[in-house]
């Protein structure tokens, strides 16, 4: 089992629609989380934490199961400029570092 | 912009040259890592340094030697590649176990 899974889509959807990417991972032990976004031939950039509480940002919202090792991120009202491909992470300490474990992506195209 | 630099941006060289590629992070974190992205592919971590120690290495081949000078400096030193290393290298820092890894904004390498 892959350490962090996500459905590598592609995701078409059109403008102003919401679109919800799922995220799975395996180590129980991991600690922290979070998405991040990845144009094309870009560098991946922080989008946002992920914390059991919940976290809203604008459109997007993140949603950590710790429970269910599960992690969600919901774009609302879509825009062209959401096109990407948004990446699944989970940090775990090690020592003085942090593990970061990357999924494999979910590509997002919206449509007009 | 983001806090890690990485130069060159771009670089084309011969199966027989010797390059290096140069990150520089100006986020006072104490771990840097290198990934390899190639074409359609996830992010792959090659090295990761804390407090100037190399602490994974993923069974990267020798042809790539890793050198992390100092913590806010770190290095990939290229010798005898192969085309099949052609992708995106990308370097990234984090700060202990807090906070997402930052990434620069990568190197495009062609190997001819």
């Known amino acids: 089992r892959k350490e962090v899974e996500q459905d590598p889509g592609p995701f078409n959807v059109p403008e102003g629609a919401t679109v919800a990417f799922n995220c799975t991972y395996s180590?129980?032990?991991?600690?922290?989380f979070f998405w991040y976004r990845q144009d094309c031939r870009k560098e991946p950039k922080l989008l946002m934490s992920v914390y059991s509480s919940g976290n809203e940002d604008g459109r997007f919202t993140a949603q950590l199961n710790r429970a269910s090792q599960y992690i969600s991120l919901l774009i609302r009202d879509s825009k062209l400029s959401d096109s990407a491909t948004y990446l699944c992470v989970v940090n775990m300490k090690a020592g003085s570092y942090q593990k970061v474990t990357f999924g494999t992506g979910t590509k997002l195209q919206v449509i007009p | 912009e983001t806090g890690v630099t990485q130069t060159p941006r771009h670089l084309v060289m011969g199966m027989t040259n010797k390059k290096s590629l140069k990150c520089e992070q100006h986020?006072?974190?104490?771990?840097m890592y290198w990934y390899k992205q190639s074409a359609k592919k996830p992010l792959e971590l090659m090295f990761v340094y804390s407090l100037e120690e190399r602490v994974e290495n993923n069974s990267v081949p020798s042809r790539f030697s890793p050198e992390c000078p100092n913590s806010s400096h770190l290095f990939l030193h290229l010798h005898t590649l192969q085309p099949e290393d052609s992708a995106l290298y990308l370097c990234a820092s984090s700060q202990g176990g807090v906070g997402g890894a930052f990434f620069g904004q990568g190197t495009r390498l062609t190997v001819v």
């Open positions: 180590n129980s032990a991991s600690q922290s």
């Open positions: 986020l006072g974190h104490n771990a």
